[in-house]
């Protein structure tokens, strides 16, 4: 590579030219065009290519053609190179500011028309909303100029170039460069044009920027306007047509804050826009603006002077095939599903997103933790030495960063936070962006996790804290160490508002103990809520080599180096699909709390400014899951933080079924974002008259026997069931494995005090090492009774002398097939268990097992950790709806505490269990799957699994809870599961 080319590429603030300062990216009037569509694109491996491709006669006939924007990595079915995957990795040596020669190189080139009538206007500009990661850019053979900040919007002054008529762009685009070293956010390397390209005419007179910052101070409404523009423009005039205001300001010194005295406020809850335009006479600009004050009162973080709790998701830009290309239509329903979810805050991991999104979210309502494009996170391999964010050499860069992000998205009301980047250590270069920021804005705050101290922030974040030490922080008078603090700065953080900026890692099935952090917001003012890592998955589709599509994560396209699937950790699958952990979270943070006292229930509004007149209250009995009656609640409106008492209807309670009440809020006209009906918060109460469990029967006159007999349905050679109700049944078989979660294969924050898993060692590798993956049985005994077949096996694992016997107990009780297995481990298992179960087999047959009907809980996957979103009715799924199809094949599918069980085959019963509570009143889940947890722990992709000629079914008298240890807090004590003796009760019959 050619020295200059090498310095070039190589250096931290590479911008030259005519690159135009930053601005607010603005709805014109005034004259533009899309260059989106078909560039002619070549691919290089090397930056060293020749640069005569700009030219004007350039013949570029021989190259491929690409859309734009896009990636090239995800163009031309791998012609043009693969995407690769790191969270914390660097894909290059760590030389800063140096990048390797191989260094993907992709030249774009297409024409387009410049209208005669532009020769009127006073300049012309070339704006870029987003190219990863160094560009370079030529119009008609003249170089313009070089810019990076891969998420950031770059404006070039292209009007010595262009000509009416015909023209020619040409972009150089290098994968890697200096700035890829700021850049290191957890997500796909995806490089190219992958946001808008704009010709712009910027007309004489033209108003080149508005900034309105709004406020709201009881009813009343404040607006202060800055216009950057020439003084041609002037006169400039305010209109806000609904509020009857228009101000004309002559000159620049003229312009004056406008007081509105009667307005409505913008929230996350109530999102209320009004239409503005600034007009010069050459231009008029459109704007909505919501009126809202920010502000940080001692430890609390206000919104027109109520605080706020943050519901939050962190939000990468990420579709399995547009990779970071904005979609509108996808983006709406993304942030309309998020609303429907109870989610109202954002967090843009980890940079600014396209700036309509943002549009989207005022218009919706979100609050918006607003992430500049910077993350260094690979330094931290190296100790963070030459780290850019305490580099002066870096600095220039680092400012350029946070001036384009504050820049660009001012105007929107959503904005109630800067944050200055993610996971890049901390530094002098941190510290100035943090003081450009509170000199250019002074209302909104700055927020970085990284300044644990304090030293140049506003707000006190952390990631991934445990429940206990986040009670400390929220806990006036605490004293507790706070990382990285000295006794002084601990208590300084302890006077801020604090926030998760993530919490509660959802990868694969998980997360577990939202409910707990959700308690803690409410018992502890400081403490403002969260944000979840993170919203979505970001699979790429892909073809397994049989043809079928998967969802690809890191390693599956031949990187280097990668991490795995740990970029599948989202709240919504790949192809949208909600998990059941965004049905956990919805129903933990629902804006309105119930609570049954009696007759009487109490209704608590926790919204943060809107009442409950947008609300409707029904209830709704069921016995045993069958709905007999229902009814609406006349519930007056409750203001944002209040609560009321309505009495509750009186309903027939069954005398031979469960009776339980439900309650919900639910829309009660048609909203942006759900329909009338949509279901805002619900509770349950159980109703239901207490009826006695029939004891265990005693028996006696055992006597050994060859376990050869049938007994009611059951038929059984040697002691082991082979066939029920004429149908193929292998089992009752000891099952303590599941196949690991990705929160299993963790090896992050183990609980003080839990003994779930040791020190750097995943839960996983300790059920693999004693063999719980792998357990053989041997039988003690076989004995007969009247009526009844009991077996003794020891079950335990090759090179183990740890065992658990396992007593079955198979019976006539009152005219019923009666199992009864009593499960019980010797001393010295050292760890906790993945679940105490038992398995069933269900061989294909002429019928074969395909589906459930059940009375329990549902109707989703639920676990001791993650049961807020479960209800106790009746459901009913086949059974390859009963599994989620998580990325990396994990444990699915549990239904916790059912009562009754109807296997089904074509939509008629097969098999009904009858589960019966044991002496504590604990009632067992089941899994019905088409794979073993031994089948899934082998599968690194669905696509993988075997083909299955069986339906297993797990009934577990206890499974470990989920937890968050991927990336957090290990499964809470209360929820792990410890070895110890269980029973398990079941009334089997045939059909329905």
């Not at 409910?515 to 944000?531: K, T």
Request: with cysteine; proline share 7%; aromatic share 8%.
């Amino acid at each position: 590579m050619p020295s200059a080319l090498s310095a070039y590429v190589s250096d931290p603030t590479p911008w030259h030219g005519a690159l135009r300062p930053a601005r607010s990216w603005l709805h014109s009037d005034a004259p533009s065009r899309s260059l989106n569509g078909s560039w002619r694109f070549r691919l290089s491996p090397t930056a060293a290519v020749a640069a005569e491709f700009s030219a004007e006669d350039f013949d570029d006939r021989g190259w491929d053609s690409i859309p734009v924007p896009a990636h090239w990595v995800l163009e031309g079915d791998g012609a043009h190179g693969r995407p690769a995957y790191t969270n914390i990795q660097f894909p290059f040596p760590i030389d800063p500011p140096h990048v390797p020669d191989e260094n993907p190189t992709g030249d774009y080139r297409r024409h387009f028309d410049v209208p005669a009538e532009w020769s009127d206007a006073e300049r012309v500009v070339l704006r870029f909303d987003g190219v990863e990661s160094l560009f370079r850019v030529w119009v008609n053979g003249v170089e313009i100029g070089t810019a990076s900040g891969s998420r950031l919007a770059h404006e070039f002054d292209v009007t010595a170039a262009v000509r009416p008529g015909d023209n020619v762009v040409a972009v150089r685009v290098h994968q890697w460069s200096a700035a890829s070293y700021l850049e290191d956010q957890d997500q796909w390397w995806l490089p190219g044009i992958f946001r808008d390209v704009t010709l712009l005419a910027r007309p004489a007179g033209g108003i080149e920027d508005v900034w309105l910052r709004t406020g709201y101070d009881g009813g009343r409404g404040r607006v202060e306007t800055e216009v950057t523009a020439g003084a041609a423009a002037f006169p400039v005039t305010l209109r806000i047509p609904e509020l009857g205001v228009e101000r004309v300001w002559e000159t620049a010194a003229d312009v004056a804050p406008v007081d509105v005295p009667e307005v409505a406020p913008w929230s996350a809850e109530q999102p209320r826009l009004y239409d503005v335009t600034v007009s010069s006479a050459a231009e008029s600009i459109a704007l909505r603006i919501g009126f809202r004050t920010v502000e940080i009162r001692g430890d609390r973080f206000l919104v027109n002077g109520r605080r706020v709790v943050f519901h939050g998701m962190n939000r990468h830009e990420a579709h399995p095939e547009r990779g970071r290309v904005f979609d509108e239509a996808h983006a709406r329903a993304d942030l309309a599903r998020m609303k429907r979810f109870n989610v109202n805050a954002i967090r843009t991991s980890h940079y600014p997103p396209h700036p309509r999104l943002l549009d989207l979210a005022d218009e919706l309502g979100f609050w918006v933790v607003l992430e500049c494009d910077l993350e260094t996170h690979g330094f931290d391999k190296v100790g963070w030495a030459g780290n850019p964010t305490d580099d002066p050499a870096w600095r220039a860069a680092c400012l350029d960063r946070i001036e384009r992000t504050v820049e660009r998205d001012k105007n929107h009301p959503g904005v109630v936070m800067w944050s200055l980047g993610n996971e890049a250590g901390t530094g002098a270069n941190l510290a100035a962006m943090s003081a450009w920021v509170h000199a250019r804005d002074p209302e909104r705050p700055v927020h970085y996790e990284g300044d644990h101290t304090g030293d140049y922030t506003d707000v006190y974040s952390r990631m991934y804290s445990t429940v206990p030490e986040t009670e400390q922080i929220g806990t006036d008078g605490s004293t507790a160490p706070l990382l990285g603090c000295t006794p002084a700065q601990g208590a300084r953080q302890r006077t801020r508002p604090f926030l998760l900026c993530e919490y509660a890692h959802a990868m694969g099935n998980g997360p577990g103990a939202l409910d707990q952090y959700e308690e803690l917001v409410h018992r502890h003012p400081r403490l403002h809520g969260g944000f979840v890592w993170e919203w979505r998955d970001h699979g790429i589709l892909a073809t397994a080599p049989d043809g079928t599509p998967y969802h690809a994560y890191g390693g599956d396209f031949g990187e280097v180096v990668h991490d795995g699937n740990f970029v599948m950790d989202g709240m919504v699958l790949s192809d949208d699909v909600p998990t059941p952990g965004l049905y956990e979270f919805k129903a933990v943070v629902q804006p309105v709390r119930f609570a049954f006292d009696g007759d009487q229930l109490d209704i608590t509004n926790l919204r943060h400014s809107a009442d409950t007149s947008d609300l409707r209250f029904c209830w709704r009995v069921e016995f045993d899951g069958v709905p007999v009656e229902a009814g609406e609640l006349d519930t007056p409106p409750l203001a944002a933080g209040e609560s009321g008492r309505v009495p509750l209807p009186a309903i027939a309670v069954a005398a031979d079924a469960e009776t339980w009440l439900t309650v919900e809020a639910v829309l009660a006209t048609d909203t942006a974002w759900a329909p009338a009906g949509h279901q805002v918060a619900t509770a349950q109460l159980d109703r239901s008259v207490r009826r006695p469990v029939p004891p265990v029967r005693p028996r006696s006159g055992w006597r050994p026997g060859e376990g050869t007999l049938t007994l009611g349905i059951a038929e059984f050679t040697g002691g082991s069931l082979t066939r029920l109700a004429g149908r193929a049944v292998t089992g009752p078989r000891l099952e303590l494995f599941r196949a690991p979660t990705d929160n299993d294969e963790g090896t992050a924050d183990r609980l003080e005090g839990s003994d779930a898993s040791a020190e750097g060692i995943s839960s996983a590798e300790l059920w693999r090492r004693d063999g719980l993956d792998r357990l053989v049985a041997r039988r003690i005994g076989v004995e007969h009774a009247t009526d009844a077949l009991r077996t003794v096996d020891r079950v335990s694992a090759a090179d183990s002398a740890l065992s658990v016997t396992v007593e079955s107990v198979w019976s006539i009780e009152d005219g019923e097939l009666e199992l009864r297995v009593e499960i019980e481990p010797a001393r010295g298992w050292p760890t906790v268990w993945p679940r105490i179960g038992v398995h069933f087999g269900l061989p294909d047959g002429a019928a074969p097992v395909d589906g459930a009907d059940w009375f329990g809980t549902g109707p989703l996957e639920s676990y001791p950790d993650s049961l807020r979103a479960a209800r106790t009715s009746r459901f009913s799924a086949t059974v390859n709806d009963l599994s989620v199809d998580y990325a990396r094949p994990q444990e699915t599918g549990h239904r916790s505490r059912f009562r009754r069980l109807t296997l089904t085959s074509g939509g008629t019963g097969a098999l009904r269990i009858d589960a019966l509570p044991d002496t504590r009143g604990r009632r067992p889940g089941f899994t019905l799957a088409r794979h073993t947890p031994q089948q899934l722990a082998r599968a690194a992709h669905p696509f993988e699994l075997p083909e299955s000629t069986t339906s297993h079914l797990f009934v577990d008298a206890a499974q470990h809870g989920l937890g968050s240890r991927a990336c957090g807090p290990d499964v809470w004590p209360e929820f792990a599961l410890r070895p110890e003796a269980r029973t398990i009760r079941l009334r089997i019959t045939a059909g329905d």
